[in-house]
């Protein structure tokens, strides 16, 4: 399955480094409720195969050489390495908002890491894609702050306050 940076890793930028103790029980429980979406949801594994690489989730949960960082950005939730597409990052933004915050900064590095383009809503409707946000958030452009899928989302962005998720 794919590796969580807990120091054996060396990421391939030196912001990016292990992800600290305190965040690591996050990011367990992130990886392994995306596993869950993946043989659970239905609409998981189809819209990952849509995108430009063609993979599932299922699979890129899978890969061994995806590996995931952790970098202090207050200005963004995480961010993918663009050359491979081997090293994701999640950042201290995301951990302050909650493990649901996690998973689906998971969800989306992932979709980037399956060939959604940077800058574009592919990555954040794969959040949608995966259940964690509601389809009238899609359609109205209107953000329910129970979820964590932001229907404007494009490239970085500002913490959603007020996020009542546990």
Same mark, same amino acid.
């Given at each position: %399955? ?14 990016? $480094?292990?992800?600290?103790? @305190?965040? @690591?029980?996050? %990011? *367990? ?7 869950? &979406?993946? @043989? ?5 594994? +189809?819209?990952?195969? !849509?995108?430009? *690489?063609?993979?599932?989730?299922? =699979?890129?949960?899978?890969? /061994? ?9 207050? =200005? !963004? ?5 663009? %050359?491979?597409? /081997?090293? &994701? ?5 995301? *951990?302050?908002?909650? /493990? ?16 959604? +383009?940077? *800058? ?13 946000? !509601? ?9 329910? /702050?129970?979820?964590?899928?932001? +229907?404007? $989302? ?13």
């Amino acid at each position: %399955m794919l590796q969580i940076n807990i120091g054996d890793h060396r990421a391939p930028r030196p912001d990016w $480094i292990p992800i600290p103790i @305190r965040n @690591r029980r996050s %990011m *367990f429980w992130g990886r392994e409720r995306a596993q869950w &979406i993946a @043989r659970n949801i239905s609409t998981a594994n +189809p819209y990952f195969e !849509r995108l430009p *690489f063609r993979r599932s989730l299922t =699979s890129l949960l899978a890969d /061994r050489s995806i590996w995931i960082n952790y970098e202090n950005n207050p =200005s !963004r939730y995480g961010a993918t390495e663009t %050359m491979r597409r /081997r090293d &994701i990052a999640v950042s201290s933004t995301a *951990f302050q908002q909650g /493990r649901w915050v996690v998973l689906a900064t998971l969800i989306h590095e992932l979709a980037h890491v399956g060939g959604a +383009p940077g *800058f574009s809503h592919s990555a954040e409707q794969a959040v949608l894609a995966c259940g964690l946000g !509601r389809q009238r958030e899609l359609l109205r452009g209107k953000d329910d /702050r129970d979820t964590p899928y932001e +229907p404007g $989302i494009i490239g970085l962005v500002a913490p959603k306050e007020g996020l009542r998720l546990a």
